[in-house]
Nanobody, 125 residues
Framework: QVQLVESGGGLVQAGGSLSLSCAAS????????MGWFRQAPGKEREFVAA????????YYADSVKRRFTISRDNAKNTFYLQMNSLKPEDTGVYYC??????????????????WGQGTQVTVSS
C-alpha cells in the first residue's frame, strides 16, 4: 500500500532552519505532483508548497515564499522542504501528500489523496 513518511521536524529558534523529508513507497513516485501542508493548533490545514512530477515546477504559499524551498529526488522516492528564516507562525504539524491527478500544482487539500502522518515543527520566539 501507499505510505508517506515525514521526518526532520523539531524545535528551533526563530530565524533558524529545518529540513523536512518525505519518503514515499507503494506508488510510482516520479509520476505525481507532491505537496506540503501544515496545521497549527486550532486552525485548518493550509497549503505550504507543491512540486511537479519532474521537479521543474514549484508553487508556494505567499507566507513562505523566499524562505522555503521544495525539491524532490525521484531516484530516492523522496521529496523535501527546506525551511529557512523560520518564524513562530510557522509552528504546526507538517504533512506531505500526493496529487495523482497531474492537473497542475494545486493548493486545495481535497485534491491530495495520500497523506503522511505528520511531523511537528515548533519555532520558539
Amino acid at each position: 500500500q501507499v505510505q508517506l513518511v515525514e521526518s526532520g521536524g523539531g524545535l528551533v529558534q526563530a530565524g533558524g532552519s529545518l529540513s523536512l523529508s518525505c519518503a514515499a513507497s507503494g506508488l510510482t513516485f516520479g509520476r505525481y505532483a507532491m505537496g506540503w501542508f501544515r496545521q497549527a493548533p486550532g486552525k485548518e490545514r493550509e497549503f505550504v508548497a507543491a512540486i511537479s512530477w519532474s521537479g521543474g515546477g514549484t508553487y508556494y504559499a505567499d507566507s513562505v515564499k523566499r524562505r522555503f524551498t521544495i525539491s524532490r529526488d525521484n531516484a530516492k522516492n523522496t521529496f523535501y522542504l527546506q525551511m529557512n528564516s523560520l518564524k513562530p507562525e510557522d509552528t504546526g504539524v507538517y504533512y506531505c501528500a500526493t496529487d495523482r491527478a497531474n492537473k497542475g500544482l494545486r493548493v486545495g487539500a481535497s485534491f491530495y489523496d495520500y497523506w503522511g502522518q505528520g511531523t511537528q515543527v515548533t519555532v520558539s520566539s
